[in-house]
């Protein structure tokens, strides 16, 4: 990499160290396949070039076929790019390249090895034993029929390597998406067992819950950023670029489909509703809810803060619904809520009211009375009036949230159906679990509809004492 003209950056070393490492009792490689899954522009041509001109330089009469997203992308980076840098090199005296159609090749006089590409076919492949094989840009790749065509054609050869390289695609890069998830599971599997694999597998990638705005995330997930990128590029293009396409290309996520919006839910407000550093203090209103599948459960607040707006907060969420009833009797202990919320029968958090009530968080004799802490069971009612007010409130900006991103999603994937003439969300139909959002909205419906009962101690002959 050095001699032609890009020495590696740490990443790039690490990366070939590891993938090449030689068995020292056979000699040969102890990775037949190596994956690398990371962002844009952070040298990964530049490392593909220099593992296959070590390839042709270092063995003799080796077969190396690259394949990017079709026959003419493969052409085109094989000859403006890899040509180029080869021949602009201290190394060109030993390449020459023949360029006829369907034969091109970068021949090595000295070990009679030959670089050559190939297209995204079932054929590909297909003829002399193959030593190394390369598919790029594997985002591009809906199917197998790449991977299916090297690997017999590697049989042979102790030696064989297959790599594949790419950044982030989309839901429709299947191909991708499965070897990610094999990969993970593979070092996941090796971490736990101590037994490595002959596969090894790279990945620099942001999780959901990094923000995409943290210069932290993007060192966390740009392993060239400080060396051949800097932060003043990555933030001009995260004001300019689709915040999806951004993360897809930056941050290495899979790019999902924008899913339509539901016009009951003024989704495109959420954002400017977002205060980070909102931190209230005083009486809160708890709410829980369970997902359509009971696989989470996730508690909400609601809080009134001395400006008038209402802070909406995801306290938890966690996988099942049996850690919900000790959670929530710790939160009424700390926090002596005005009000605890939760789904009527007929809703799947119903099932934890006689749970809730065991524990101490019990319904009001005197609805006329309500002693603070009580329980609330909302019936169908209700949900369709909270859910009109937390539309209203999103709308007119008088609620906050600290952008959380399950709650987030919950937002942007939320779907209504129809109740009467009003409406309230509807968990079989939303794209996403939306509880984290049916649980702040059940907490902000208590909050402003239950709770001034609790605080309402006030007797008028109290005056004529």
Known sequence: MTKLGAPPMPWQKYVTDVALELDPETGVFVHREAGLSVSRQQGKTELILGLQVHRAMAWHRQNIIYAAQD???ARQRWEDEFWEKISDSDLAKRARIRKSNGNEKILWSATRSRMG?????ESAGHGPALDLGIIDEAFKHEDDRLEQAFSPAMTTRPMAQLWWASAGGTTKSVWLNKKRAIGRALIQQAWESGVWPGVCYFEWFAPEDMPRDDPATWYATLPALGHTVTEAVIAADLVKMDPAEFDRAYLNRTRKPTPPTDPNVPKKMWPGLTEAKSKPFGD??????VSQDRQSSSIGVAIKRPDGKIHLELVDRRPGTDWV???LKRLHE?????????GSSGAPAGSLIDDLVTAGITVPEDKDAPHRGHLVVMRSNDMTEA?????DAMNQGTDVHLDQVPLTAAVNGARTRRIGDAWVLDRTKSLTDVSPLVAVTEARWALLTKGPAVLDDYDVADSFA
């Open 325 to 327: 009833v000790p959670a």
């Open 387 to 391: 859910c009109g007010q937390l539309a």
């Open 117 to 121: 590409i190939t297209a995204n076919t």
């Open 71 to 73: 026959r003419n992308m």
């Open 284 to 289: 809160v209103a708890l709410a829980v809810d």
């Open 334 to 342: 700390l926090w002596d809520p005005l009000v605890v919320a939760v």
